[in-house]
């Protein structure tokens, strides 16, 4: 390839970053908080809850992340196309617009953020549970309520305790937006497939991996900077 035809390459593919991040940051945005509730309902003493969470994550961190993205995107169009579908439900996908980019969005935003979800729970619950049990103890002789003990004094500590195992997550989550493009959702690996095929080159997947690369880096290196800022003994 020319150089001319590698810039044009690029443009290309810097025009399908946003998707890209978008698919990222939403994630993030879903998966963090629903993370958090499934380590709390994983360390609930009600046994079936609790049974019922670790299926959960079993299966999440147990199956493909590529197979819960297909199964996601032909999930409704299989029930609505089922005769054996009950007819509320029926009623209530009839209005979906399975052809459109929102609805490829979505599939691939549902199977991201249940996916990583469970595995950030995994993480939060061992930071959580890695807070001496002293520490709840002393709350309550200050007075503090459970709320106001897991939001003020546990909360920050699991923050600066998970940050580094978090930071993995969220760099292999930039790696694995990648895997959108089974279902033709149109991001950054998708169009270097179609430009190799256009050039008969390996150029524009090489284009895309120092993109991933870079975007890795700079996660990197904000991780390292709030570790450092959370440091406050050092």
Do not use: H
């Not at 290309?12 to 945005?29: A, H, S």
Request: proline letters at 4%; a positive charge; hydrophobic letters at 55%.
């Amino acid at each position: 390839m020319s150089f001319d035809e590698i810039g044009k390459v690029f443009l290309i593919l810097l025009k399908y970053l946003l998707p890209t991040l978008k698919v990222f940051g939403m994630t993030l945005l879903f998966s963090i908080p629903l993370g958090m509730i499934v380590a709390l309902l994983k360390m609930c003493k009600v046994k079936p809850v609790s049974w019922l969470m670790n299926i959960y994550i079993m299966i999440m961190r147990g199956t493909p992340l590529m197979l819960q993205v297909i199964i996601a995107y032909f999930a409704i169009p299989m029930l609505m196309q089922n005769a054996a579908t009950p007819a509320w439900l029926n009623s209530l996908l009839s209005g979906v617009d399975i052809k459109g980019d929102a609805y490829m969005f979505r599939s691939v935003l549902v199977a991201f953020s249940l996916n990583y979800a469970a595995y950030f729970a995994e993480i939060f619950r061992g930071g959580i549970e890695s807070i001496p049990k002293g520490q709840y103890e002393a709350s309550a002789c200050l007075g503090f309520s459970r709320t106001q003990t897991f939001f003020r004094i546990i909360l920050p500590q699991v923050f600066k305790r998970v940050l580094p195992a978090s930071t993995n997550e969220i760099i292999t989550l930039v790696k694995d937006t990648s895997l959108a493009n089974v279902v033709a959702y149109a991001e950054i690996t998708m169009k270097a497939k179609q430009q190799m095929q256009l050039y008969s080159s390996l150029t524009p997947l090489v284009l895309a991996g120092v993109m991933y690369f870079v975007l890795a880096m700079v996660l990197s290196l904000l991780s390292s900077f709030i570790e450092k800022k959370l440091s406050y003994y050092k």
